[in-house]
């Protein structure tokens, strides 16, 4: 196993990460390996989560693949016990299962003359069913596995709760305003989940990565041949480093928050890793 960055020592933990088939996500999951962990990857789509699994073991880490619904909590309660019983109570729960509906964007950046009425994708004619999937499997996406596996945490000392927001939780990017009110929603349940459970001795804090090239975004930041969209360009004008993030660069960000040694009086914070964008103001 490679060595981790901060050496942050998980040894003997049991962490379980949703979404865990993602790009970030299964970064994650490998980070949490290489730190000593045991690690439970759930996914909505099995054969993801296993290619992790596999991916893990072949280096010599613990890991094991579970389907999960995020959004179903009879199986996310199933998932958790399965967990206690194979690994041992859950220490560290990263809530990384989300994504947005092209069905809950935009086409236009702004407002048009024309637009009431027409057909186009713009505002008035955002379909609400797409709204509700988006700020379900968010924000509901992260409720359910915390009341799923926090029932583990409570009465044991160092545990750890990460959720996974965005940059849009603190400016709104445009055409996408359910996934960017989703992301807000999810740092603000950061906030009172770290209250809530500050008594417990469990630390509730959430990373918010900025512009990161995933599975989800590539057609929206990449054309077929490989140049970036215009879009892109916008995004690294925006970005002070002028660059997309890499996702091996969220490591440091997330092994940080689980040293309770390091972090140990920190919680209820969304750490930024984006770039400079939220600090610029474009001028």
């Not at 693949?65 to 206690?84: F, M, P, R, T, W």
């Not at 959720?163 to 996408?176: D, E, F, G, V």
């Not at 995004?235 to 002028?242: E, Q």
Request: hydrophobic residues 40%; glycine residues 10%; neutral net charge.
């Amino acid at each position: 196993m490679k060595q981790n960055v901060l050496n942050t020592d998980l040894t003997g933990k049991v962490a379980v990460v949703t979404g865990a088939g993602g790009v970030l996500c299964s970064e994650f999951s490998r980070v949490l390996a290489r730190a000593g962990a045991k690690v439970a990857l759930l996914n909505r789509t099995f054969e993801k989560a296993q290619k992790v699994a596999d991916e893990i073991t072949a280096e010599g880490g613990i890991a094991k693949a579970y389907a999960c619904n995020v959004l179903d909590k009879a199986q996310c309660e199933s998932i958790a016990e399965q967990v206690l019983a194979e690994y041992g109570p859950c220490d560290i729960l990263i809530n990384g299962a989300g994504g947005n509906n092209p069905s809950a964007t935009t086409d236009k950046e702004f407002f048009e003359d024309g637009d009431i009425g027409s057909t186009s994708k713009n505002f008035f004619n955002l379909d609400d069913n797409a709204v509700d999937k988006v700020f379900s499997l968010n924000f509901t996406g992260t409720l359910l596995p915390t009341q799923a596996f926090a029932k583990q945490m409570v009465g044991r000392k160092g545990c750890n709760i990460i959720n996974i927001s965005s940059m849009n939780a603190y400016r709104p990017l445009t055409k996408i305003p359910a996934y960017s009110g989703a992301k807000a929603a999810v740092t603000n349940f950061t906030q009172w989940l770290a209250v809530y459970f500050s008594r417990e001795g469990i630390r509730v804090n959430a990373i918010a990565p900025g512009f990161f090239s995933t599975a989800q975004n590539e057609k929206l930041l990449w054309n077929p041949d490989g140049s970036p969209t215009e879009r892109t360009h916008k995004i690294l004008a925006a970005t002070p480093m002028r660059r997309l993030g890499k996702s091996e660069e969220l490591s440091g960000a997330l092994l940080f928050l689980l040293n309770n040694d390091a972090a140990g009086f920190i919680t209820g914070i969304t750490l930024p890793v984006d770039g400079g964008c939220s600090a610029y103001s474009g001028v």
